[in-house]
DNA sequence: AATTTCGGTTACCTTTTGGTTACTTGTATT
DNA sequence: AATACAAGTAACCAAAAGGTAACCGAAATT
């Protein structure tokens, strides 16, 4: 990696990867998603330890930046459908990898010393 | 990604990994020392938007991990010399292919709009 | 005698991130 | 008439992350 990656930070690939699916919730919010459909409710229900409020800003943001599809359905209650559009597609294997690495005995071992 | 991973979030492996090389600058740095020994001033020096206090702090957590290794040499003025240990060396592969997501069209794409 | 060098540390401050609770909406159910 | 439902939103708050500027120590250089 040479310097003229870092004068500008986004000029990095690392960091613009990690500008795009870091953070604390992202990666497992687009790993639950995955190949599938999956309603608003059900995504909360699989990461219970998420806030609704900070589910939905995760979901707008990433439908923003358009890896993830958003279905309203306009009916009463409301129900929604998120799913990966084929560029949020195009992080899982990148996602697997993480998973892999987090799944070293290197990995553990460091969490369980320091977590 | 099986709800078991979540309600603990460091059950998770995803969440795993990042919790190590998260952050705006770890894998910057991780990837910076690479497979070479190189001083502190120099990591300084090529990554010159990160404050001494930061890549300081950074690389002492990540010693105290057992990514990083760090000679310290007694003369003046002082001479320390960082290198990867092999678990740090295994997570060059991984940076890698963060590296590879973020020179995708679509990481490009989505930093050209949204920075 | 003053300045430079290197690898930090310290105190302080701002920004970002994430969390909590309450509330909304319109239909269907109790 | 009150309540439940799904998918959020709004207001507010706490914690963490990161940035800035000043400083240190002892030897070497000017």
New binding site residues.
């Given amino acids: 990696m040479s310097s003229k990656f870092i004068d500008n930070p986004l000029n990095c690939p690392v960091t613009r990867t990690m ?1 795009i699916i ?5 990666p497992i919010i687009l790993n639950c998603i995955g190949d599938r459909t999956i ?4 995504l ?1 229900q699989i990461i219970p ?12 943001e990433m439908e923003h930046y358009g890896l993830v599809h ?1 279905i ?1 359905f306009t009916e ?7 799913s990966l559009t084929n560029d949020g597609k195009s992080l899982l294997p990148l996602l697997h990898e993480l998973a892999n690495w987090g799944n070293t005995h290197t990995a553990k071992k460091i969490i369980k010393e320091f977590a």
Avoid at 39 to 42: A, V
Avoid at 49 to 60: D, F
Avoid at 76 to 82: D, G, I, L, S
Wanted: hydrophobic letters at 30%.
């Fill in positions: 500008s870091g953070g604390k919730w992202k309603r608003f409710g059900k909360n330890s998420i806030s609704n409020k900070v589910l939905a800003g995760e979901l707008k958003r309203e009463m209650p409301p129900r929604v459908e998120y």
